[in-house]
């Protein structure tokens, strides 16, 4: 329906298009260095206060030292391998589920407004009632992520499969393939993009899902270290904390997004970044 | 939902609406059933009586009007003060290149923190009472909101850019009659996802912060004093205001932009 025109970039744009990188580059890192800047600055005058924002050299100072100490790697090694764990619990039963609502209509439209409705209460609002059967140890934690994980697959699973295109279906009526066939190559190839997005969703409630349960209850972790600097009033240790789980949070998302182009390249980029 | 396309018939839709009650009410005979005969101890599953007396005495003689309308202030708040923050910055991100190349990569790099890591911080800088709870309200509700909008505003489609050098648009006549109303989807979801976050970050905030008057406080009390009847109904009371929320975003998102749907 657009012209073909405006789907072609201009021709500047097009010479240009290696260079701006490094222009971009220097912009976006332009804030962040006037950021740390006016950080160092003000804390040399002594505003804000210590106990409020402590600076940016004590905080490298914090990193260093937790560094050496093991007790960063410790901590990070802890988050991660709750975090697999309850990952690793949840997406099974998460993509048995949500393909179970996905190829049966007539089950989703019974189940499916419950689902929704326990969906809507978020894993926060369990975790009172989660404590007094499970506790506060590790179990409260695997619990708790694997059951934040689950939610987005089965949401994403259930409606990849429901949106596969009635056309595709039909045809594979018409060439008389059985069920499984018909699963197997029909719906699956269809569904795969957004059953990805749906892990990659998981996988983004499981690391959220982490930081609470570890601020709930826990005595380490990169949950604990926050809470523990917090309650000392030394606030480099949130701020380390906060770096880390951001780093991570980062690192799992390109990566997850590096695995779903390379499982499935005949995905080609989306101009408009979905 | 999604496989509504024919025409609603009115016998057809009936059908399909009884549906989801008949689960509901399956769940509710079960709840029922098992504590009747006793099939799970009653500390751990109260019975329906139990929790709708507790609900009774709540609203009647105890304090959990008080505290949902708390909660509710708390959260509206803080998601107008984000939301607001959003939709702003969104805007001119979408607007301005040079803002965007700017801001738009620490933007990108502080969202990777994840939610409630920012807790502990902002109870030191805003304090644990009720600045300190709108604060984070406000952060939650922000997030989505500033994404979608810039996103949004930025991914209308070149021709429409181009028509309207064509036509000599000034830049106001652009944002108005062209950027914005193009943007409005993506800033409806912004602010939908904002609002859910935004309820999210209330409850949490009462979990983690200091104990005030609020439902996510009183979850906390049935915790603590094992008072199960209390923790059901509150979980009952956080789903419906979360349905609402959410039903009332998707139909006032269906209304205005019932233009764009042929």
Do not use: C
Not at chain 1, 176 to 194: E, G, K, Y
Not at chain 2, 134 to 155: D, H, R
């Amino acid at each position: 329906m657009t012209l073909t025109v405006s789907a072609d970039p201009p021709a500047e744009r097009r010479l240009t298009k290696g260079l701006p990188v490094w222009t971009d580059i220097a912009y976006g890192i332009s804030l962040p260095l006037a950021l740390l800047l006016a950080w160092g600055l003000s804390s040399r005058f002594g505003w804000p206060p210590e106990q409020i924002l402590p600076a940016p050299q004590v905080v490298w100072a914090t990193i260093v030292e937790l560094w050496s100490d093991g007790s960063l790697a410790e901590h990070t090694l802890q988050s991660l391998r709750r975090v697999a764990i309850g990952f690793a619990i949840g997406v099974p039963p998460g993509l048995i589920i949500g393909a179970a609502l996905g190829l049966l209509p007539r089950v989703r439209a019974f189940i499916w407004p419950v689902f929704t409705a326990v969906a809507q209460v978020n894993m926060l609002a369990w975790l009172p009632l989660l404590v007094l059967f499970v506790g506060i140890d590790e179990e409260l934690k695997y619990v708790s992520i694997a059951w934040s994980t689950a939610i987005p697959v089965i949401l994403a699973t259930t409606r990849s499969i429901a949106d596969v295109s009635p056309k595709l279906v039909e045809l594979g009526r018409v060439l008389d393939f059985t069920p499984l066939q018909r699963v197997s190559t029909i719906v699956l190839p269809a569904a795969l993009p957004s059953l990805f997005t749906g892990l990659r969703e998981g996988l983004a409630a499981a690391w959220q899902s982490l930081v609470i349960v570890e601020l709930f209850a826990s005595f380490e972790g990169l949950g604990y270290l926050m809470t523990w600097g917090r309650q000392l009033f030394q606030l480099e240790l949130v701020i380390v904390a906060m770096l880390v789980i951001a780093a991570i949070g980062l690192l799992l998302n390109a990566s997850l997004q590096y695995l779903e182009r390379f499982v499935q390249p005949w995905k080609t980029e989306d101009p408009h970044g979905s | 939902m999604e496989a509504d396309a024919s025409p609603p018939h009115l016998l057809r839709g009936a059908a399909r609406h009884w549906r989801p009650f008949v689960a509901f009410g399956v769940i509710f005979l079960l709840w029922l059933a098992a504590a009747q005969f006793a099939w799970v101890d009653p500390r751990f599953l109260p019975s329906p009586a139990a929790v709708a007396a507790r609900a009774k005495t709540e609203f009647t003689t105890g304090t959990l009007a008080f505290d949902i309308s708390e909660s509710l202030r708390r959260n509206i708040t803080g998601f107008a003060i984000g939301a607001l923050a959003g939709l702003l910055l969104g805007l001119v991100l979408g607007f301005s290149r040079t803002a965007e190349r700017i801001v738009g990569p620490t933007l990108l790099a502080f969202r990777q923190i994840a939610l409630f890591a920012w807790v502990p911080l902002l109870s030191v800088w805003f304090g644990g009472a009720d600045a300190g709870k709108i604060a984070f309200i406000a952060v939650a509700g922000f997030q989505p909101v500033v994404i979608n909008t810039w996103q949004g505003v930025k991914g209308l489609s070149p021709a429409y850019r181009e028509l309207s050098e064509v036509l000599i648009f000034s830049r106001l006549d652009f944002a108005r009659l062209v950027a914005l109303p193009g943007a409005l989807p993506s800033i409806f979801t912004g602010l939908h996802a904002g609002l859910i976050y935004a309820w999210l970050a209330t409850l949490g905030s009462e979990l983690f912060l200091n104990v005030t008057p609020g439902i996510g406080g009183r979850l906390n009390e049935g915790s603590q004093l094992f008072e199960m009847d209390l923790l059901f109904l509150g979980i009952i009371i956080l789903a419906v205001i979360g349905l609402f929320y959410n039903s009332s975003a998707h139909s006032l998102e269906t209304w205005l932009l019932r233009r764009r749907k042929r």
